[in-house]
Structure formats: structure tokens, C-alpha cells
């Protein structure tokens, strides 16, 4: 189907009448100054700089909890993983080989053999997949991947 001149005009027209009123929704979003939250967000401070008292008396609503959500449900604090130093990056390099083929013969990604290598912890699968990729029978286990818990 081909369009006449006068429907080309006729789209271009209403192409730029729509491009001028997002321009002007935009600037008008620009100019007016953004809302504050209704979060705890200054209350704390700013009250208290006057000489009054914060809308909740003083108490801190998020105290005792982590991460505040501003949804108004609190998110449990994340213990800080600790890492188990193992030996997959040693034996990887006393056998020349780069993290991608470790990856490749693994059959895993290399972002989950840079997190091994790291010292995060994996699944006992990848561990089995990692010490086949090597060359290492299950019995290596322990000398590479260190005691379970």
C-alpha cells in the first residue's frame, strides 16, 4: 500500500504536534520541584533543627531492622557470606588453562568458576563437574575444595 503526498504530510503533521507535547510534558516536569516521600526521609533532622519533635516522637520507625523497604516491610539483614579459600584457581593454572576452557569442559559458566575460584560456595555437583574439568579423581576433593563443614 503507498500513501498519497497529502497522507504523508497528514502523518508527518501529527508526528510533530505529538514530539511538541512530550517536549512540553517534559518541561513541565522539569519545572515543578519533586515531591517529597512520605518515608522517614529528613523528617528526623529538620523538625529537630527548629526545636520540635519529629512526627513519631522521636522514635526512629526503621530502628531494629536492616533495610527499610519504602513499601513499609522490613527486610531481613544478609550475614556477610564468608569465603572458603580453595585451590581451583592454583591447579587450574599449573594446567595452563584458562577459566573459559575450565568452564567449557566443566560444562558450567565462567562467571560460576571466577565465584568458585573466589572462594564462594557451590553446589556438590560443580564441585564433581570442577575436578573431572581438572583431571582429579572425587577423592581430590578435600585437597582442592578443603573439610566440609
Known amino acids: 500500500m503507498t500513501l498519497s503526498w497529502e497522507h504523508h504530510t497528514v502523518w ?40 520540635k519533635e519529629p512526627p513519631d516522637g522521636g522514635k526512629n520507625t ?16 544478609k550475614k556477610p557470606r564468608k569465603l572458603k579459600p580453595n585451590n581451583v584457581r592454583k591447579l587450574r593454572i599449573d594446567r595452563m588453562m584458562s577459566k573459559a576452557e575450565l568452564a567449557r569442559r566443566a560444562n558450567l559458566s565462567v562467571l560460576t568458576i571466577d565465584r568458585v575460584e573466589k572462594g564462594f ?16 579423581s572425587l577423592e581430590d576433593r578435600v585437597r582442592v575444595f578443603g573439610e566440609e563443614e
Do not use: F, Y
Open 121 to 136: 560456595g557451590c553446589r556438590m555437583n560443580t564441585k564433581r563437574k570442577i575436578l573431572e574439568a581438572l583431571g582429579l
Open 12 to 51: 508527518a503533521r501529527l508526528w510533530d504536534e505529538e514530539a511538541d507535547r512530550m517536549d512540553h510534558d517534559v518541561k513541565a516536569s522539569e519545572a515543578t520541584p519533586p515531591q517529597r516521600s512520605s518515608t522517614n526521609e529528613g523528617t528526623a533532622s529538620t523538625p529537630r533543627e527548629e526545636g
Open 62 to 77: 526503621t530502628e531494629g531492622t536492616a533495610n527499610a523497604s519504602p513499601g513499609g516491610g522490613a527486610k531481613k539483614k
